[in-house]
Structure formats: structure tokens, C-alpha cells
């Protein structure tokens, strides 16, 4: 979705860089149109409300609109990565958890044999004193 939104950024960019180009009222015509068209792809407000109801909304009012909406997608994106990251977190704790309880299993086993030997050891210190 990253890439996406950030071709659709580049595409604001590239029309509103049209807008030095050309007579003014043939440009602002076609501005209008591909900003529709762009509004229309991120879902974005085209009308603007006015007091007679709505209407079809000017260039300024298309700009800021697919700019609140490219700024909603990107937290969206955010928010999924953030929890994607958190899923990945929440397994690496699972089995970091995995590995301490095998760990402490390996610990209490080398205890036990660190016992074991000890107590060879006094048997065959104990044998040996007796001699």
C-alpha cells in the first residue's frame, strides 16, 4: 500500500506542476479533470458544500481533500504495519519463552548431574578413607 500511495503523490505532484503550463483557463479545465479522476482513486471528497446544497468542488478544495485522504491511507498503512509488527512481536515472545523454560530444564538437569558427581566424588572419598 506504501508504494501505492506514494505514486499517487507523485501523480498530485505532477498535476499541480501542470498548473504553470499552458493558457490559464485550459489549464485549470484540464487540472480540474485529472484531480477528479486522481479524487475518484483514493477516495477522496469531490463536492464541496455550500449554502444551496453541494457542488462540485474547485481545484484548492480537490487538493486539500486528496491530501486528507493520501494522509488517512498512510496512517491506515501505519496502523497495519504497527499491527503486523506487534503479531511478530507477541511470536518472538513465544518463543523466547520456549527457549527459557528449555533452558531452565537444561539448567536443572546440569544441577542434578553436578550432584551426581559429587556425590561419586565423597562415595570414592569416603571408600578411599576407609582404606
Same mark, same amino acid.
Given at each position: 500500500?506504501?508504494?501505492?500511495?506514494? /505514486? !499517487?503523490? &507523485?501523480?498530485?505532484r505532477?498535476?499541480?506542476? =501542470? &498548473?504553470?503550463e499552458?493558457?490559464?483557463?485550459?489549464? /485549470?479545465?484540464?487540472i480540474?479533470?485529472?484531480?477528479?479522476?486522481? @479524487?475518484? &482513486?483514493?477516495?477522496? !471528497?469531490?463536492?464541496?458544500? #455550500?449554502?444551496?446544497?453541494? @457542488?462540485?468542488?474547485?481545484?484548492?478544495?480537490?487538493?486539500?481533500?486528496?491530501?486528507?485522504?493520501?494522509?488517512?491511507?498512510?496512517?491506515?498503512?501505519?496502523?497495519?504495519?504497527?499491527?503486523?509488527?506487534?503479531?511478530?512481536?507477541?511470536d518472538?515472545?513465544? &518463543? #523466547?519463552?520456549?527457549?527459557?523454560?528449555?533452558? /531452565?530444564?537444561?539448567?536443572?538437569?546440569?544441577?542434578? $548431574?553436578?550432584?551426581?558427581a559429587?556425590? $561419586?566424588?565423597?562415595?570414592? !572419598?569416603?571408600?578411599?578413607? =576407609?582404606?
Amino acid at each position: 500500500m506504501t508504494n501505492q500511495i506514494q /505514486r !499517487w503523490q &507523485e501523480r498530485l505532484r505532477e498535476i499541480l506542476a =501542470k &498548473e504553470k503550463e499552458g493558457e490559464p483557463a485550459d489549464r /485549470r479545465t484540464a487540472i480540474h479533470g485529472e484531480l477528479q479522476k486522481l @479524487a475518484y &482513486e483514493v477516495g477522496a !471528497w469531490t463536492r464541496t458544500v #455550500t449554502p444551496a446544497g453541494t @457542488a462540485v468542488a474547485g481545484i484548492e478544495e480537490l487538493t486539500r481533500n486528496i491530501h486528507q485522504a493520501l494522509q488517512t491511507l498512510s496512517m491506515i498503512d501505519a496502523c497495519k504495519t504497527a499491527a503486523d509488527n506487534a503479531g511478530l512481536t507477541k511470536d518472538a515472545l513465544q &518463543e #523466547t519463552r520456549k527457549a527459557q523454560r528449555t533452558s /531452565r530444564i537444561i539448567a536443572i538437569a546440569a544441577v542434578v $548431574s553436578s550432584l551426581a558427581a559429587i556425590g $561419586s566424588m565423597v562415595t570414592a !572419598w569416603t571408600a578411599a578413607m =576407609k582404606t
